[in-house]
Every structure is written in C-alpha cells, then in structure tokens.
C-alpha cells in the first residue's frame, strides 16, 4: 500500500513539474516576444532593467529550471535533485513573501519613485524627434484609454492621438481623456488587491506542497539506500 501511495506521489510530481515547465517555456515565449515588439523601457529610463519583458524572460527561465528540477529528480528518484528542488522552491517562496512585505511597506516610495522616472521618460518622449519612443506611450495610453501620467497637461501642447478617444463610434469628434496612466494603474491595483494577495497565498501553498512531496519522496528514497543513479 504505501510503496503504491509512493508511485502515485512520484508520477504526480513529474506530471505537476511537467505542466510547470510548459508554462514557463510560454512564459519565456511571451517575454521574448514582448521584448522584440516594443521598447517598454522608454516609459521608465532608469528601470529598462526591469521592465515586463525582462521581468517575463526571468521568471520563465526560473520556472523552467525549477520544474525540470523536480520532473528529473522524481522521474529518476535521484536524491541531489530533489533537494536542489526542494532548496530552490524554499529560496523562491522566501523571495516573494520579502518582496510582498517591501511592497507593501514602501508602498508610497515606490509610488513616488514610479512616478518621477515616468516624467524623465515622458520628457525624453516629447523631446525625441523619431516616433519610436513615444510609440510606448501610444500603446499604453490607447490600452488604458489615459492620457500622461496624471493628465493631458503632461503632454504641453503636443498631445498624441493616443490621448484622444471618439466620444461616439459615429462620429469623428474626439475628446482627450482626462485621467492619467498612474492613477489608472494604481486605481486598477487597489480593486484587484485581494485576488493578487489570494494569488500570492494560492501559489506560496502550492510551493509548499511541492516541498512536501519532495521530501517525502526523498526521504523514501534515502531509507532504500538509492537515489544517485542516472
């Protein structure tokens, strides 16, 4: 009975760690694609390191790693990589709970800090003589129907299309938008904080049942005198 609970332990793990490992290969696919799309670094100068696409990029080769990690260590019930496993899904869910916390308690630091590399990007977009730059902009202004980061007077007296919506589908008329991006986006994130605080806890629970699993497994395997055969 308890040798058949282990089988069934061990496949649930390796077809767990395989549909992790295929979303994070989506997750890098994305990434990549964003990254050769658009120039999201334009919005914000001073963080071009960490912008979506880079963000996107590590987290999938993170996920990736971490998954086939797990597949091959259960698969081969080889003892090293199911603590590499286990070890690195500990660091990860640490990781997020810290950067939870930071967010959290400097919640309006950020915000300010967010907003002034905003404004050097958004000067650097109107001072730029091509389109590529402020073609960052124009997609998000168009996506969040915003305009500027608190408002159209951000733009001075070159406003781009992209602040302006029809006000009827009929008509060619058309109006600025009125609010800004940053507080589109702040005001997105204060309705949506419960289910990305739900979120976090959902996935901390689910790095914590891999643990578990892996060192049950691991402890199995340690009792039967195996675990480094490849």
């Not at 077809?15 to 890098?28: D, E, H, R, S």
């Not at 500027?148 to 992209?162: A, L």
């Amino acid at each position: 009975m308890a040798h058949s609970c282990l089988k069934c332990l061990k496949y649930t793990m390796c077809v767990a760690n395989l549909l992790c490992f295929i979303c994070g290969v989506l997750v890098l696919v994305f990434g990549v694609i964003m990254m050769v799309g658009s120039n999201y670094a334009a919005l914000t100068p001073s963080l071009a390191s960490f912008n979506i696409a880079n963000i996107l990029l590590i987290t999938g080769i993170i996920i990736t790693c971490v998954s086939f990690l797990g597949f091959l260590g259960a698969l081969k019930e080889n003892r090293c990589l199911l603590l590499s496993f286990f070890l690195m899904l500990f660091l990860m869910m640490l990781l997020e709970l810290t950067a939870a916390c930071l967010l959290l308690v400097y919640e309006g630091e950020i915000t300010e800090s967010v907003k002034t590399d905003l404004t050097n990007g958004l000067k650097d977009a109107k001072g730029n003589s091509t389109h590529s730059k402020q073609s960052d902009w124009d997609y998000i202004q168009n996506k969040l129907e915003c305009c500027g980061i608190n408002n159209v007077s951000d733009w001075g007296n070159n406003v781009p299309e992209s602040c302006c919506i029809p006000e009827e589908p009929s008509c060619n008329f058309k109006m600025f938008c009125v609010q800004g991006c940053l507080s589109k986006v702040t005001n997105f994130f204060e309705k949506n904080f419960l289910t990305i605080g739900v979120s976090v806890i959902v996935l901390c629970m689910i790095e914590v049942l891999g643990m578990c699993f892996a060192m049950t497994l691991f402890c199995h395997i340690s009792r039967s005198g195996l675990g480094y055969k490849f």
